[in-house]
């Protein structure tokens, strides 16, 4: 099975900031990773695929990068709105996918 | 809109069984793969189950193996978790969510439903 391993697992930035969250793969897994954006007591929100694509009606404020086994998912202009758990996942044993255990992000 | 709306979730004593639905809307739900993951309460996601479009496949996370069964009826629009044998550490609020391109082609998910609770308990 494919691990994924984010990083830090809780960050701590100020509305203004710009933030970059890491994941990393346990074995390559080309460009098949997306990011998720969950708030509390909702469910997840899609916010990138393919490692680099914002889906749909997604703000330019997001942006990921990264192939092969290190992956970021960076957040620039930090609103209200950003601070909630993020999630990378990787799909290239689709649709056997896996997910990184989050990365809480909150208000300093 | 595209829209997923899940159903059937409740509290069921150990050794129960329960059937999950996912209602889909806005979208031609024949032409995609669906997938059921599950959050416990405090915990990160977790990949349960996978239908490809047409129902021809199906794929299971072990820790469900031989108990849950992922079904769908493309003329009802509607995606199903049979979850037999339950265990408390199956409590969790389960989502079911979308692929984000057709005919099970690789991709990641594009819309989750808003969940629903299963609570595993005497």
């Known amino acids: 099975d494919i691990q994924m391993t984010q990083s830090p697992s809780s960050l701590s930035a100020s509305v203004g900031d710009r933030v970059t969250i890491t994941c990393r793969a346990s074995?390559?897994?080309?460009?098949?990773l997306a990011w998720f954006q969950q708030k509390p007591g909702k469910a997840p929100k899609s916010l990138i695929y393919?490692?680099?694509s914002l889906q749909s009606g997604v703000p330019s404020k997001f942006s990921g990068s990264g192939s092969g086994t290190d992956f970021t998912l960076t957040i620039s202009s930090l609103q209200p709105e950003d601070f909630a758990t993020y999630y990378c996942?990787?799909?290239?044993?689709?649709?056997?996918?896996?997910f990184g255990q989050g990365t809480r992000l909150e208000i300093k | 809109q595209v829209q997923l709306v899940e159903s059937g979730g409740g509290v069921v004593q150990p050794g129960g069984s329960l059937r999950l639905s996912c209602a889909a809307s806005g979208f031609t739900f024949s032409s995609y793969g669906m997938h059921w993951v599950r959050q416990a309460p405090g915990k990160g996601l977790e990949w349960v189950a996978f239908i490809r479009y047409d129902g021809s496949n199906k794929y299971y996370a072990d820790s469900v193996k031989g108990r849950f069964t992922i079904s769908r009826d493309n003329s009802k629009n509607t995606l199903y978790l049979q979850m037999n044998s339950l265990r408390a550490e199956d409590t969790a609020v389960y989502y079911c969510?979308?692929?984000?391109?057709?005919?099970?082609?690789?991709?990641?998910?594009?819309?989750w439903g808003q969940g629903t609770m299963v609570t595993v308990s005497s």
């Open positions: 393919a490692a680099s």
């Open positions: 996942q990787q799909y290239n044993s689709y649709p056997q996918v896996t």
């Open positions: 969510a979308k692929d984000g391109s057709g005919y099970s082609y690789a991709s990641a998910f594009d819309i």
């Open positions: 074995q390559g897994i080309s460009n098949y």
